[in-house]
């Protein structure tokens, strides 16, 4: 399906410039996204939501660790790449301060777009590197930016432009017809409404029925104009198009940014649930009395503080100190990405993290704030190098693994009456995954048994680290003998025992 959506359909028609854009959302299968309708096909792990079933995190720090075997994969460098990632998508927050301005393409059509970091958030992020592509390089920053990208709540809005809704078969005077229900998950970051275009290009779909292997119909999404080649484009499109040998993120897309924007925006207010998962509870903190400082009550041990902002809070309408657990919240608007380390490089042992913050939330029509803690005992985000076992035939290395949805929490019930397939909260703890069976060697059977060599064989690609410098690319694995000095150096850093966040 994937290889299907990338081809170009070439049909005549008059060339013309496009300044709308898109994002589309991720969630749970709901009951009638099935694979006989192009849902929930291999390596898919949600389905696109409409813009009241979105999923979002609602906790304003989420802690990443990597264990012994990423570590010793792909080493420091390997590590680094990965906080590159983390880094791309840290400075989109707060997104409710995110500026907007207008541009003009050269063809005197403006649009408005999205300043990050004082830059223009561009259609297309990606470069590329001529040695890495030769190489047969995998960017190891770019594929993990298009999974975090998946686990804050976005999914590929190329793919998702036009989404089967139904597919009925039914016989009128003993000849047989097929009737087909297309809707759009596709939304424009800026007024909110429904689009058929993504980063400036239109789409279209034909449907594909019965699509091959596995016998499923979808809409595919083209585009009319005869001299482009359909190409996603969006960082979020990353997992279900794929991200080539010797291709590369620089920065994230417009909509991308837009669905972040969205997702996060304080404005966006829904019935919430402070969740309590696997790796982490929260409970209410505990005041200090009227000292005018933090009212935070800390608990003594070995710490670094992350930053000393005080907090103020307001009483919550419920009086003393009750913990209100579901309530109307906005949206986070601040994420930040902090690291936190196993105690030794087997990942066994790991050191409970405290994240104080305030919790904002709405009753009576009026704001109210409450201090909470939140007790990690295993980290958000774990980061790992292993054997993820085989796809497709032939059959190959699986590449990457993610933490699929089953687990998101659905807030419909306590959202009104309807019967939605969200909104809902992220729960961690979230496990990303790349493959440590590459490169590895691919033969087919030859006329000539002794043609089964090493000489005669396919080789694969291998992850590796690049940009659109001319610095050599870096080709992992890098195995690494770790000194006990480099073990100490690699555990030190960012260590946190009590997180503060406003």
């Known amino acids: 399906?994937?290889?299907?959506?990338?081809?170009?359909?070439?049909?005549?028609?008059?060339?013309?410039?496009?300044?709308?854009?898109?994002?589309?959302?991720?969630?749970?299968?709901?009951?009638?996204?099935?694979?006989?309708?192009?849902?929930?096909?291999?390596?898919?792990?949600?389905?696109?939501?409409?813009?009241?079933?979105?999923?979002?995190?609602?906790?304003?720090?989420?802690?990443?660790?990597?264990?012994?075997?990423?570590?010793?994969?792909?080493?420091?460098?390997?590590?680094?790449?990965?906080?590159?990632?983390?880094?791309?998508?840290?400075?989109?927050f707060p997104v409710s301060q995110i500026p907007l301005v207008t541009n003009t393409t050269p063809f005197g059509e403006s649009f408005v777009t999205f300043l990050i970091n004082g830059d223009p958030a561009p259609n297309d992020s990606r470069g590329e590197n001529l040695t890495a592509a030769?190489?047969?390089?995998?960017?190891?920053?770019?594929h993990t930016l298009s999974v975090l990208l998946e686990e804050l709540g976005l999914t590929d809005p190329e793919r998702w432009v036009y989404d089967l809704r139904a597919r009925s078969v039914f016989t009128i005077?003993?000849?047989?017809?097929?009737?087909?229900?297309?809707?759009?998950?596709?939304y424009d970051p800026i007024s909110l409404k429904p689009t058929n275009t993504v980063n400036g290009k239109t789409l279209h779909y034909f449907i594909g029925d019965p699509i091959q292997p596995g016998n499923y119909a979808d809409a595919?999404?083209?585009?009319?104009?005869?001299?482009?080649?359909?190409?996603?484009?969006?960082?979020?499109?990353?997992?279900?198009?794929?991200?080539?040998?010797?291709?590369?993120?620089?920065?994230?897309?417009?909509?991308?940014?837009?669905?972040?924007?969205?997702?996060?925006?304080?404005?966006?207010?829904?019935?919430?649930r402070l969740v309590n998962t696997g790796n982490s509870t929260i409970t209410r903190?505990?005041?200090?009395?009227?000292?005018?400082?933090?009212?935070?009550?800390?608990?003594?041990g070995p710490t670094n503080l992350v930053s000393t902002n005080s907090l103020l809070f307001t009483n919550n309408p419920f009086g003393g100190t009750n913990l209100v657990d579901t309530a109307l919240r906005p949206g986070i608007d601040r994420i930040s990405f902090i690291r936190v380390n196993f105690d030794s490089l087997i990942g066994q042992g790991f050191t409970a993290v405290t994240n104080l913050y305030t919790d904002r939330f709405i009753t009576n029509a009026k704001f109210f704030t409450q201090p909470l803690q939140r007790a990690i005992f295993q980290p958000d985000l774990l980061f790992t190098a292993e054997d993820?076992?085989?796809?497709?035939?032939?059959?190959?290395?699986?590449?990457?693994?993610?933490?699929?949805?089953?687990?998101?929490?659905?807030?419909?019930?306590?959202?009104?009456?309807?019967?939605?397939?969200?909104?809902?909260?992220?729960p961690?703890?979230?496990?990303?995954?790349?493959?440590?069976?590459?490169?590895?060697?691919?033969?087919?059977?030859?006329?000539?048994?002794?043609?089964?060599?090493?000489?005669?064989?396919?080789?694969?690609?291998?992850?590796?680290?690049f940009d659109g410098t001319t610095n050599a690319p870096i080709i992992y694995p890098e195995f690494l003998g770790l000194s006990l000095e480099q073990i100490q150096s690699i555990l030190s850093t960012n260590k946190t025992t009590i997180i503060r966040s406003n």
């Open 1 to 92: 399906m994937r290889l299907i959506k990338k081809l170009t359909v070439l049909l005549l028609a008059v060339c013309t410039v496009h300044t709308a854009f898109g994002f589309s959302l991720l969630g749970p299968f709901k009951g009638y996204q099935v694979p006989a309708l192009g849902y929930n096909l291999t390596g898919d792990i949600g389905a696109p939501m409409a813009l009241t079933e979105a999923y979002r995190w609602n906790v304003p720090v989420i802690t990443y660790a990597f264990d012994e075997s990423f570590i010793r994969y792909f080493g420091t460098n390997g590590m680094n790449a990965v906080e590159q990632a983390l880094k791309i998508v840290g400075d989109v």
């Open 134 to 142: 030769a190489l047969g390089l995998l960017d190891v920053k770019s």
């Open 173 to 186: 005077a003993n000849q047989t017809f097929t009737n087909y229900i297309t809707t759009i998950n596709n």
């Open 220 to 272: 595919i999404e083209f585009n009319l104009d005869p001299t482009e080649f359909y190409d996603p484009s969006t960082v979020a499109s990353g997992q279900d198009f794929g991200i080539l040998s010797g291709i590369f993120f620089q920065r994230l897309t417009r909509d991308d940014v837009g669905g972040l924007r969205f997702l996060y925006n304080t404005n966006n207010i829904v019935t919430e």
């Open 285 to 300: 903190g505990t005041t200090s009395g009227s000292s005018g400082l933090s009212p935070w009550t800390i608990v003594f």
């Open 388 to 426: 993820l076992g085989l796809i497709g035939n032939p059959a190959r290395p699986v590449p990457m693994r993610r933490t699929g949805t089953t687990g998101w929490v659905n807030n419909d019930a306590i959202n009104g009456s309807a019967n939605q397939g969200g909104p809902g909260v992220i």
């Open 428 to 465: 961690p703890p979230i496990r990303i995954s790349f493959t440590d069976q590459f490169p590895y060697f691919e033969n087919e059977t030859p006329l000539f048994f002794d043609d089964l060599t090493d000489l005669t064989a396919i080789l694969s690609g291998a992850w590796g680290s």
